[in-house]
C-alpha cells in the first residue's frame, strides 16, 4: 500500500496541464533502466547542481539478466517483449554507497526508506519505464515522471510522449526534461 503524503505544495498548475513544482522537490531519484549510465548522464548533470536536493540513482546491477546491452530481449531485461522486470537493482545517493538490491520487494523497502518526493525515469527509446514506476507508486514516490507511447494508467503521474522522429538517448533523455519544465525548449 503507498504512502500517503501529501503532493499538493508537489504539483503547480500550467497551461499544458500539472508539472511538478520542482522547487519543493527535497529528494530526487534519477532512475536508468540499462546498466552504468555515466555516459548517458549528460542531460541529467544540471539535475546534480540542484541546490538543497538530494539525489539517488537508480539503475540495473551488473548482474542482472539481460543488462549486458539496453535493448535486450533476453529475460529480465526492460524492453519491449519482456515479461519481467530485472531482479538486481543497484541504489544510491550521492553523498553515500550504493547498495545492491537483490529484488523487487527489497528495491520497494529501500525506496520507501529514503522517501523520495519525485522519480525522473531515464530509458532508451523504445524502453518501457513502467516496471519502475510501479516499484515507485508501491513505495509511495508521489512524482512519477517518465516518457512512453505506451499507455500505463497512472503509473507515471507524469507522462511524457517521446520525440516523434528518432533520436539519441541524450537527445531522448532531454526530450523528457524540457517536457516536465526542467530545462528550457531549444
Known sequence: MPIDRSTAQLIEPSDSGA?????????????????SP???????AALLQMPAVQIGLLCPGSNSPGSNSPGSNSPGSNSPGSACPRSDWTLGMLDQPAVALPDGASL???LVQCR????IIFTQPFQSPYSIAYFSYLAGIPIRVGQ?????GSLLSHPVQPPLDPVCGSVYSQHLLESVGLFPSV
Open 19 to 35: 508539472r511538478p513544482n520542482w522547487q519543493n522537490i527535497n529528494r530526487l531519484l534519477l532512475a536508468y533502466t540499462w546498466p
Open 38 to 44: 555515466e555516459a548517458d548522464l549528460q542531460p541529467a
Open 108 to 110: 520497494i523497502a529501500q
Open 116 to 119: 523520495f518526493d519525485a522519480v
Open 148 to 152: 512512453s507511447s505506451e499507455f500505463g
